[in-house]
């Protein structure tokens, strides 16, 4: 469609040439068309059919949840603000938003965020979708500049859970922008209560899951020594849990959520950190597994590589298995191939180890070492598989037998 009218295409082919779908329930195209067609009829001079494309806009969007913020924030990038605000206007004059949830993206984009601000606060009845639109509309308000509206508003977030304080989450949230755009001032102010609130919450729980909140947002603002600071500081509330998770969360436990916390931020280093502070015994008990596909997918081979020990050390041995497979691919997709093999030499022991050993995960360690050289290695572990196969087993096989045969004749 765009390419169709940046080339000239007439704008009145669109309210012939699509169908709406109305019928069978999927979806009604024409929210995708008509700013657009407004746009370009604009553009065009004919203001009246692009007035009556708005007027269509308008009454599909205050009937259904279009994902409104969406549609106006394109608009924008497409060249048809005057159609997306005037859409907006309209939808606002008809009070519209307290029924269709209000777009604080765009609302933000032509400082009209004090125009939906009572809807935000009063619309949704899903307490989890209410919270994440008091969110936005707190750190929408920090873009603008207008940190007491935001301040005011992440504070009166509810909790998210009866473990996690969404106020505070925001607040560090807020205090991010602020030092992203420069503003020192401002977000060392914004840090500074959330550290306050944070320290007055009662459930420790809870106030480890602040600190980490805080500590995350630190990091995102580039301060490194007050983010390992308030991690301590969230570590320290988290051992002090009992150890019996029967009592609830347990230390272990909150350690090992709070270590997700940061992995989910792609904070490897301060998720390692945190994961070695629980106790040895609970490691059979942790997702190693994904600290080690994070760091992998983000390119932190020496945290991978510590991680994966620590499985092999603590953890259950067909998950180092698996996860000392992908550290080897690692190694091998950087020209690392001494250090693949080494891990490959260690998966294949702890796997003969095994009272039953799970042969799935010879077919990755097979392909690695074909993939690194050692074709000889290759063919003894396919030896392994059992014999006679089934017929279901024959593809397979056969697949992975011309696997190893191409390795070797590039290695010839």
């Known amino acids: 469609m765009s390419a169709y009218l940046k080339a000239g295409g007439n704008p009145d082919r669109l309210f012939t040439g699509l169908p709406t779908l109305e019928g069978v329930g999927i979806i009604d195209l024409r929210r995708d068309y008509l700013l657009p ?8 001079n004919q203001p009246e059919k692009a007035l009556r494309a708005i007027a269509q806009f308008v009454q599909l969007a205050a009937s259904s949840n279009l994902g409104l913020d969406d549609l106006l924030m394109t608009a924008i990038r497409d060249g048809n603000l005057p159609e997306a605000k005037t859409a907006f206007e309209q939808l606002l004059a008809q009070n519209a938003f307290a029924k269709v949830e209000p777009p604080i993206s765009f ?3 032509i ?3 004090d125009a939906i601000a009572p809807f ?11 919270i994440e639109l008091l969110q936005s509309l707190a750190i929408a308000y920090a873009k603008q500049n207008q940190p007491n509206k935001a301040i005011s508003i992440a504070e009166r977030i509810p909790r998210r859970s009866p473990g996690y304080s969404s106020a505070i989450d925001t607040l560090a949230q807020v205090a991010i922008v602020f030092a992203k ?11 500074a209560k959330a550290l306050s609130l944070s320290a007055n919450i009662k459930e420790i729980d809870t106030r480890a899951q602040a600190y980490a909140a805080i500590a995350r947002a630190y990091t995102n603002a580039g301060e490194t020594a007050p983010a390992e600071t308030t991690r301590q500081t969230a570590v320290k509330w988290a051992s002090s849990l009992p150890t019996d998770p029967n009592q609830g969360f347990s230390a272990n436990g909150m350690l090992s959520l709070i270590s997700q916390q940061f992995l989910n ?7 390692w950190k945190t994961l070695q502070e629980i106790s040895h015994d609970a490691y059979k008990d942790t997702n190693i597994g994904n600290l080690v596909v994070t760091a992998l997918q983000l390119g932190n081979l020496s945290i991978a590589q510590q991680a994966v020990n620590l499985q092999y050390s603590y953890g259950a041995p067909e998950l180092f298995i698996d996860e000392a497979s992908q550290l080897a691919k690692a190694y091998l997709d950087r020209d690392r191939p001494e250090e693949a093999i080494k891990m490959l030499e260690r998966a294949v022991n702890v796997l003969n180890n095994q009272r039953k050993p799970n042969l799935s995960f010879l077919l990755p360690i097979v392909r690695l070492y074909a993939k690194a050289g050692r074709i000889d290695v290759a063919r003894e572990l396919m030896k392994k598989f059992p014999n006679p196969i089934s017929s279901n087993d024959v593809f397979w096989r056969q697949e992975l037998q011309q696997y190893v045969d191409c390795h070797q004749k590039a290695f010839l």
Do not use: H
């Open 111 to 113: 400082n009209a965020l």
């Open 120 to 130: 935000v606060q009063r619309l949704s009845k899903n307490p989890e979708r209410r």
């Open 181 to 191: 755009n420069g503003q020192k001032t401002s977000d060392q102010m914004i840090f």
């Open 37 to 44: 067609a407004a746009g370009e009829y604009r553009r065009r």
């Open 107 to 109: 609302a933000g984009e």
């Open 265 to 271: 931020a792609n904070q490897v280093e301060a998720a």
